[in-house]
């Protein structure tokens, strides 16, 4: 309807122009009609003018409300303006754009400032550095943590806070780190990790950071409780007994507070008193042993690094510990990439290994269809050894507490295997997980981080 509209004054602009053009020819030549010659060039003119300024109005509003939306200027108005029927129905509709327009970037002003509301709540300090090295966000958390206000530019952070700064620009991207800092005097240990990101062609530095001092020293507390617990228990096992015999022992020599004469011992008393004396050589042996075992678990020595084939290493464990399978009916398979490598203490990955496989031998014997199975392969950043079977599992009590020093689930275990494995694998800067259902079997997860 509006073009249609807009067609007819067109039109009927263009039909006056030549009407009046036709009078002006027609009394072009007549010399005494010099006054309305004037007159009619006037009009011609004035209705060419219109005739332009009207078809032109639309480019005019549009170039106007593209320059409102590029400079988010919206207080432009459309509205009262008289130029007719046919302009209206366009004039509401760059009314309506702009409303909706102005809405929009009431609507993100109001996001930006809930999200500023929120970074600035948190209590994990949040740092971003755009790649002109300009600072663009430093909320609250991380102005406390740091005990210095927002600078303007990631330079003068770093005079502020050096070593901070040396440890932040050696990380990778996604990469999570503990550090340790000094800040005016106060010892903190930080967790810091730093992402990479491109946003509106512009480069950003999300770093966030939080201080886990308090965290780490309330686990190091329970850690040691649990520890403290479990060598007094193993600790009470070996010298109650010792104790008690050195009792009975010292009961059977003395007689009244003096030593009886040797002729007033007998043959039993003289067994009875060499059993005890082999009884406490045995148990004393055996917290020796478990003295041993502490001594390992805490004296791993340095890493000797060498690239090493992984479908190799595994194969020569399996040729290892192939007949020991057999003897107890447990199937032993293993699938490897072929050219998975990884840089390992080979000795120290191969006790791992070993360990590993011995305890899912044991959770798999006198199962029908026993099997353990050997899988090597990469996934994004690291590669990952997993040792699996289909034996009794682990319960789920127990799952937390397996990689605790002296931990055993075994009968006769020493309870250091697990517990040793994840340490030489941290050393690694890996991991060793673990997954399992009761009666399912288990899946330790040997990762190494690229």
């Known amino acids: 309807m509006v073009s249609k509209r807009f067609a007819l004054l067109v039109i009927i602009r263009i039909v006056l122009l030549m009407l009046t053009m036709t009078a002006l020819a027609f009394i072009f030549a007549r010399t005494e009609l010099f006054f309305n010659q004037i007159i009619l060039l006037g009009i011609i003119i004035i209705q060419v003018s219109e005739l332009i300024r009207f078809i032109t109005h639309t480019n005019r509003e549009i170039a106007k409300l593209?320059?409102?939306?590029?400079?988010?200027?919206?207080?432009?108005?459309?509205?009262?303006?008289?130029?007719?029927?046919?302009?209206?129905?366009?004039?509401?509709?760059?009314?309506?754009?702009?409303?909706?327009?102005?809405?929009?970037?009431?609507?993100?002003?109001?996001?930006?400032?809930?999200?500023?509301?929120?970074?600035?709540?948190?209590?994990?300090?949040?740092?971003?550095?755009?790649?002109?090295?300009?600072?663009?966000?430093?909320?609250k958390a991380a102005e406390d943590l740091l005990k210095i206000a927002t600078p303007n530019y990631w330079k003068q952070f770093q005079q502020l806070l050096p070593s901070f700064s040396r440890e932040i620009g050696e990380m990778e991207d996604n990469e999570r780190k503990l550090i340790e800092l000094v800040i005016k005097g106060e010892k903190q240990q930080v967790s810091a990790?730093?992402?990479?990101?491109?946003?509106?062609?512009?480069?950003?530095?999300i770093i966030t950071f939080q201080d886990i001092k308090s965290e780490i020293e309330q686990k190091e507390i329970e850690a040691w409780h649990k520890l403290i617990r479990i060598l007094t228990h193993e600790i009470m096992n070996s010298v109650t007994p010792v104790t008690s015999l050195s009792e009975t022992m010292i009961m059977m020599l003395e007689e009244k507070d003096q030593p009886k004469p040797l002729e007033d011992l007998s043959e039993e008393t003289l067994e009875d008193l060499r059993f005890s004396l082999k009884t406490i050589q045995k148990r004393s042996e055996g917290l020796l042993h478990f003295v041993e075992d502490y001594r390992k678990l805490t004296r791993i020595k340095a890493l000797q690094l060498e690239e090493v084939s992984v479908k190799e290493m595994l194969e020569e464990s399996i040729n290892l510990l192939s007949k020991e399978f057999e003897k107890v009916g447990v199937e032993l398979r293993m699938k490897a990439e072929a050219r998975l490598n990884i840089a390992i203490d080979r000795k120290l990955i191969d006790q791992v290994l070993i360990n590993l496989l011995t305890n899912a031998k044991h959770a798999t014997e006198g199962k029908a269809g026993a099997l353990v199975e050997l899988h090597a392969y990469s996934n994004h950043n690291q590669s990952i050894i997993e040792v699996k079977d289909n034996g009794i599992g682990i319960d789920e009590v127990k799952m937390d507490q397996i990689f605790i020093p002296f931990f055993s689930t075994k009968e006769h275990g020493s309870g250091i295997g697990l517990s040793l494995s994840k340490q030489i694998m941290k050393k690694h800067r890996g991991d060793l997980t673990v997954k399992s259902q009761p009666g399912e079997g288990a899946t330790f997860s040997l990762i190494f981080r690229n």
Not at 77 to 97: H, M, N, P, R, Y
Not at 116 to 133: M, P, R, S, T
């Open 193 to 205: 990790q730093i992402n990479r990101l491109k946003i509106l062609n512009y480069r950003y530095t």
């Open 66 to 139: 593209l320059m409102a939306i590029r400079y988010s200027d919206f207080s432009i108005s459309f509205k009262g303006k008289k130029t007719g029927k046919s302009f209206q129905e366009l004039q509401d509709a760059f009314v309506e754009i702009i409303e909706a327009f102005k809405k929009v970037s009431v609507e993100k002003e109001a996001q930006f400032k809930f999200l500023q509301v929120i970074v600035d709540n948190i209590k994990v300090g949040v740092l971003a550095i755009k790649e002109d090295h300009t600072i663009e966000l430093m909320n």
